[in-house]
């Protein structure tokens, strides 16, 4: 075991104005789909996390947030940061979470595995972090619904191959599905239950 | 959790940031990202006791306070006016607890915070609008039950509210609904767009600012993103009509705006004014002359720009 696994590192240095500054891009992200927002870099994220993942978990995740992890991440440094700053329960069912963090490149889960609520309650979906190589330089998937004047154009990378049909299934059932925040570095860029696909070139 | 006292004077109590608790805010903060990813959808969330009565407006200060930062420039209104009892404690509350920048001109803020009123000028990109809330549920007079309204949204059963309506017109001619206007908002959820005037319901049509709506009394937070379909509910042959008015503002004869009546005298006088009381200023600045604008400022009810 090295050093780094044992301890934790430092959470906000100032939890009340910088979860205010990070909730206002992630409030920017939701209602913008499309969109990349800078959640800056106020924390070190642990191994396995993009900072803007940690900062988002910080912001919004506590006791009353399951948060379902990938296995290795979980019984990693990742699981014990987020046990230690947030307070938040793991999870093994994604079922059961009410947020996830996930690796855009692997296969499994898959976003239906996640809660998409019930059709009296829909906002007790799961919102899930999708951790993604890039925001910009992949193949161009044009996006539209409310949020967007129009069209809105984005081209992440590092995604599995079935990834947006996944998304096209999950903004059918709409108002039931997951939202889903797409991850990297500092940055985030939402994809609420509400965005339609409209193409992927 | 840090507490944040804003204010020095060490004779006050120290209250967190903006007063909320930081658990409290990151409740309503992650009710208003379902909030938004559903719009029009009302997301149950603890409403907390305010240092105000509810019904005075906790709702939106609750949203307020979970949304505010050290950026911002807070605006806040009360039936058009900034300068009405309840708009004033708002503002001065956020002024207390959060620091905050507070303004009345509708260009420069970046929250306003209403309460039964779009202002006149355009929204822009960017702009957050909360708004106070008293009754979230538009079919709540239609059915008392939450469980059976639930179930109403749950499965898109709106045939009551079109009843409604057509009784409205087979009895009177129009749809008498006047204010608080029921809403379809992304052809899925019918909203209550709390008390406007039906006259700023096509305000929300496609508005590229970002409205967020808080009920504290009645527990539940709402959210229509920038550039939503916002409809409010018609028929073909009874297509929805704002109200108009025969005469313009009698202070700065504009044409376009919500104009209030307001009793002059016991001899049956009235006059007609802008409730928009900032756009009414602003027009007045600019050389826009109402009517009455003289008489008005000849006794000191308002200060006319014109004159040297």
Same mark, same amino acid.
């Given at each position: 075991?090295t050093?780094?696994?044992?301890?934790?590192?430092?959470?906000?240095?100032?939890?009340v104005?910088?979860?205010?500054?990070a909730?206002?891009?992630?409030?920017?992200?939701?209602s913008?789909?499309?969109?990349?927002?800078?959640?800056?870099?106020?924390?070190?994220?642990?191994a396995?996390?993009?900072?803007?993942?940690?900062?988002?978990?910080?912001?919004?995740?506590?006791?009353?947030?399951?948060i379902?992890?990938?296995?290795?991440l979980?019984? *990693?440094?990742?699981?014990?940061?987020?046990r230690?700053?947030?307070?938040?329960?793991?999870v093994?069912?994604?079922?059961?979470a009410?947020?996830?963090?996930?690796?855009?490149?692997?296969? +499994?889960?898959?976003?239906?595995a996640?809660?998409?609520?019930?059709?009296?309650?829909?906002?007790?979906?799961?919102?899930?972090?999708?951790?993604?190589?890039g925001?910009?330089?992949?193949?161009?998937?044009?996006? +539209?619904g409310?949020?967007?004047?129009?069209?809105?154009?984005?081209?992440?990378? *590092?995604l599995?191959?079935?990834?947006?049909?996944?998304?096209?299934?999950?903004?059918?059932?709409?108002p039931?599905?997951v939202?889903?925040?797409?991850?990297?570095?500092?940055?985030?860029?939402?994809?609420?239950?509400?965005?339609q696909?409209?193409?992927?070139r | 959790?840090?507490v944040?006292? $804003?204010?020095?004077?060490?004779t006050?109590?120290?209250?967190?940031?903006?007063? /909320?608790?930081? &658990?409290?805010?990151?409740?309503?903060?992650?009710?208003l990202l379902?909030?938004?990813?559903? #719009?029009?959808? %009302?997301? #149950?969330?603890?409403?907390?006791?305010? #240092?105000?009565?509810?019904?005075?407006?906790?709702?939106?200060i609750?949203?307020?306070?979970?949304i505010?930062?050290?950026?911002?420039?807070?605006?806040?209104?009360d &039936?058009?006016?900034?300068?009405?009892?309840n708009?004033? $404690?708002?503002?001065?509350?956020?002024?207390?607890?959060?620091?905050a920048?507070?303004?009345?001109?509708?260009d420069?803020?970046?929250?306003? %915070?209403?309460?039964?009123?779009?202002?006149?000028?355009? /929204?822009?990109?960017?702009?957050?609008m909360?708004? %106070?809330?008293?009754?979230?549920? #538009?079919l709540r007079?239609?059915?008392?039950?939450?469980?059976?309204?639930?179930?109403?949204?749950?499965w898109?059963?709106?045939?009551?509210? %079109?009843?409604?309506?057509?009784?409205?017109?087979?009895?009177?001619?129009?749809?008498?609904?006047?204010?608080?206007?029921?809403?379809?908002?992304?052809?899925?959820?019918?909203?209550?767009?709390?008390?406007?005037?039906?006259?700023?319901?096509p305000?929300?049509?496609?508005?590229p600012?970002?409205q967020l709506?808080?009920?504290?009394?009645?527990?539940?937070?709402?959210?229509?993103?920038?550039?939503?379909?916002?409809? $409010?509910?018609?028929?073909?042959?009874?297509?929805?009509?704002? &109200?108009s008015?025969? &005469?313009?503002?009698?202070?700065?004869?504009?044409?376009? $705006?919500?104009?209030?009546?307001v009793?002059i005298?016991?001899?049956?006088?009235?006059m007609?004014?802008?409730?928009?009381?900032?756009?009414?200023?602003?027009?007045?600045a600019?050389?826009?002359r109402?009517?009455? /604008?003289?008489?008005?400022?000849?006794?000191?009810?308002?200060?006319?720009?014109?004159?040297?």
């Amino acid at each position: 075991m090295t050093p780094n696994d044992t301890l934790i590192g430092a959470g906000f240095a100032d939890p009340v104005f910088q979860s205010q500054g990070a909730f206002r891009a992630l409030l920017a992200a939701l209602s913008e789909p499309g969109l990349a927002c800078d959640l800056g870099d106020a924390v070190v994220p642990p191994a396995g996390l993009e900072p803007a993942t940690a900062v988002a978990l910080l912001t919004l995740a506590d006791y009353e947030t399951p948060i379902w992890l990938p296995a290795a991440l979980r019984d *990693g440094p990742a699981g014990a940061w987020l046990r230690f700053h947030c307070g938040a329960a793991l999870v093994d069912d994604p079922a059961k979470a009410a947020f996830a963090v996930i690796d855009g490149a692997a296969t +499994e889960p898959k976003l239906a595995a996640f809660n998409a609520g019930d059709d009296q309650f829909p906002d007790r979906s799961t919102t899930v972090l999708v951790q993604c190589a890039g925001l910009d330089g992949g193949e161009a998937v044009t996006l +539209e619904g409310p949020g967007i004047a129009g069209q809105r154009s984005i081209a992440p990378t *590092g995604l599995r191959p079935a990834f947006w049909a996944e998304v096209e299934d999950n903004a059918a059932v709409y108002p039931l599905g997951v939202d889903v925040l797409l991850v990297h570095g500092a940055q985030v860029l939402g994809l609420p239950r509400s965005t339609q696909i409209v193409e992927i070139r | 959790m840090t507490v944040h006292q $804003s204010i020095s004077d060490e004779t006050r109590p120290a209250y967190n940031y903006a007063y /909320l608790d930081e &658990q409290t805010k990151r409740m309503i903060r992650r009710a208003l990202l379902k909030a938004v990813a559903i #719009p029009g959808y %009302q997301v #149950p969330f603890g409403s907390r006791e305010m #240092p105000l009565a509810r019904g005075w407006g906790t709702g939106g200060i609750q949203v307020t306070a979970a949304i505010i930062g050290p950026d911002d420039t807070l605006k806040v209104i009360d &039936q058009g006016a900034d300068d009405t009892t309840n708009a004033v $404690s708002i503002r001065r509350f956020f002024e207390r607890t959060a620091d905050a920048r507070t303004t009345e001109a509708t260009d420069e803020a970046t929250i306003i %915070q209403t309460r039964h009123r779009i202002p006149e000028a355009p /929204l822009k990109a960017g702009q957050i609008m909360v708004y %106070q809330v008293p009754q979230p549920e #538009p079919l709540r007079k239609l059915e008392p039950h939450e469980a059976e309204t639930r179930k109403m949204h749950a499965w898109a059963e709106y045939g009551l509210m %079109q009843v409604k309506l057509y009784e409205n017109i087979a009895r009177f001619g129009e749809v008498t609904t006047t204010y608080d206007y029921p809403v379809m908002v992304n052809g899925r959820y019918v909203m209550a767009p709390s008390p406007i005037p039906k006259f700023d319901n096509p305000k929300m049509q496609m508005s590229p600012a970002l409205q967020l709506f808080g009920a504290g009394r009645e527990k539940r937070i709402y959210a229509v993103p920038p550039h939503t379909s916002v409809r $409010s509910l018609d028929f073909d042959d009874h297509p929805f009509r704002i &109200q108009s008015w025969e &005469q313009p503002c009698a202070l700065c004869g504009a044409a376009d $705006s919500y104009l209030d009546e307001v009793v002059i005298d016991d001899q049956g006088g009235r006059m007609f004014v802008c409730s928009d009381s900032h756009h009414c200023e602003t027009r007045r600045a600019e050389g826009h002359r109402g009517a009455m /604008l003289a008489d008005a400022s000849a006794l000191h009810l308002v200060e006319d720009e014109a004159k040297p």
